[in-house]
């Protein structure tokens, strides 16, 4: 795959088969663990995405039940 100066690259046919896209897509690209995603904005729920943006962005190493044990102000 080549990048043109100007940033823009061309997706090869069948990746945008399988993200179904069309010449009008809202397209992303999601960052997550050093890796980058490329999402079709068209073919995802606006909640969904707004789930998969905050994946893996939580700075607190504990387990949800402990998490939750301390919002609901249990020892």
Do not use: C, W
Not at 8 to 13: A, G, K
Not at 24 to 32: G, K, L, P, S
Not at 51 to 58: P, S, V
């Amino acid at each position: 795959m080549h990048m043109t100066v100007d940033g823009q690259i061309v997706l090869p046919r069948n990746v945008q088969e399988k993200l179904r896209m069309t010449p009008d897509a809202e397209v992303e690209f999601i960052e997550e663990n050093e890796r980058f995603y490329l999402v079709n904005r068209s073919t995802v729920s606006q909640q969904s995405y707004r789930f998969r943006k905050l994946r893996g962005i939580a700075t607190v190493k504990m387990p949800t039940d402990e998490i939750m044990s301390l919002t609901r102000g249990e020892s």
